[in-house]
């Protein structure tokens, strides 16, 4: 069983920055591939980005160039800089990790635990 713990949100301008953590217990962080997915109201939760074992990364084409994902293993700690934040990337942000890297990495079924959310605000 593997509990995550996400941090980092709040309350932006448009063209601001933040900085999402995640934190992983109870298994072997770096066994595990890790994404970052968000959902606004009335939405499915969408793929915004993933990292794997080998620290390949893989982003939706909306934030590409704006927003970094990257893993502290001896931390086990997960890591979304989010950079020139735009309203439309307002939503709840969760963390999920998942131990198979087979098949697709932008299915939210794909990933066998996930956190709680941390809300993500962005003002005009």
């Known amino acids: 069983q593997v509990q995550l713990v996400e941090s980092g949100g709040g309350l932006v301008q448009a063209g601001g920055s933040l900085r999402l953590s995640c934190a992983a217990s109870g298994r072997t962080f770096s066994n595990y591939a890790m994404g970052w997915f968000r959902q606004a109201p009335g939405n499915e939760r969408e793929f915004v980005a993933s990292i794997d074992r080998s620290d390949f990364t893989y982003y939706v084409h909306s934030v590409k160039g704006r927003f970094t994902i990257s893993r502290d293993n001896a931390k086990n700690t997960v890591y979304l800089q989010m950079n020139n934040l735009k309203p439309e990337d307002e939503a709840v942000y969760y963390c999920?990790?998942?131990?198979?890297?087979?098949?697709?990495?932008?299915?939210?079924?794909?990933?066998?635990?996930w956190g709680q959310g941390t809300q993500v605000t962005v003002s005009n």
């Open positions: 999920a990790a998942r131990p198979n890297t087979n098949g697709d990495y932008r299915l939210p079924r794909q990933y066998d635990y």
